[in-house]
């Protein structure tokens, strides 16, 4: 492995609130998300961290491809998944609690000024940093319960906008020495933290905290099926409230992408 994942430190500091929780780091698989759903799909469904150092086939949302940063030497991104059963009484804005608790722990005192796009992009700058994949399987027909599998991908180091409809942010660009290991040790127990108030409590704990990183609250917008109109920001269960021409628009399917129609200056 070229870079340490502080694997049994990160073990025995979540034990207690994930008892059982493997931490598995390999050197290259096509996606931690594809892996920890083909697992849940054969019955295993334990709690595991994965870490790849090199994805071949990384998954986005809406079907698009997730590329990892180019570099030789070290992982240049961190890209991970988090499994484990989860039965809260309503699933809606858990991408968003993900989105904020991961924003909070890379840029605690918001000096970095990392934003959180709706769902749940990471973005720096007016340019994305990172993204969030959530999938779930059914483990028992109509049970409340579900395995939930988290994915998490953050640019560390430099890379290539070429061919991407959003520049890419790193986060070496204000955090020079940051490797990807020290990266996830400092995300993820606040990010297990979370995934379990959210679990008890829904998305109400995490409004105030998306609202204080949301990129599109009071700019314009346009949504990929055509609406243009008033970000308002986000409502009690995570969808996002924009104002028409004919009213307020309430979206909260996560097939529908959203983008800011400029840039402010
Ligand atoms: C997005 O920007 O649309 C989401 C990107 C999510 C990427 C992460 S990397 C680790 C995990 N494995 C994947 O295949 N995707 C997620």
Known sequence: MAAPWFEDEIAQSLAPLLPG?????????????????????????????????RQTAGRGRLGRPWQSAQDAGEPPSLTFSLGLSLAPRD????????????AQSLDPSRSAGVALKWPNDLWVQERKLGGILIETALLQPDALERYLVIGIG?????????????????????RPAATPGEVLREIVGPLVHDVQLFNERGFVPFAARFAERDLLRGRDVRLSDGTE????????????????????KTISSAEVSVRPVRMPP
Do not use: Q
């Open 21 to 53: 929780l493997r931490v598995e780091v390999v050197a290259e698989i096509d996606s931690t998300n594809s892996e920890l759903m083909r697992r849940s799909r054969d019955g295993e469904t334990a709690p595991v961290l994965l870490v790849a150092e």
């Open 91 to 102: 699933w809606s804005g858990l991408s968003l609690a993900v989105g904020a608790s991961v």
């Open 229 to 248: 109109g008033h970000c308002e920001g986000v409502g009690w269960g995570g969808e996002l409230l924009v104002r028409t021409a004919t009213g307020v």
């Open 154 to 174: 953050i640019n560390i180091g430099p890379r290539e906008a070429a061919g991407m409809s959003t520049p890419p942010a790193w986060l070496k660009e204000w």
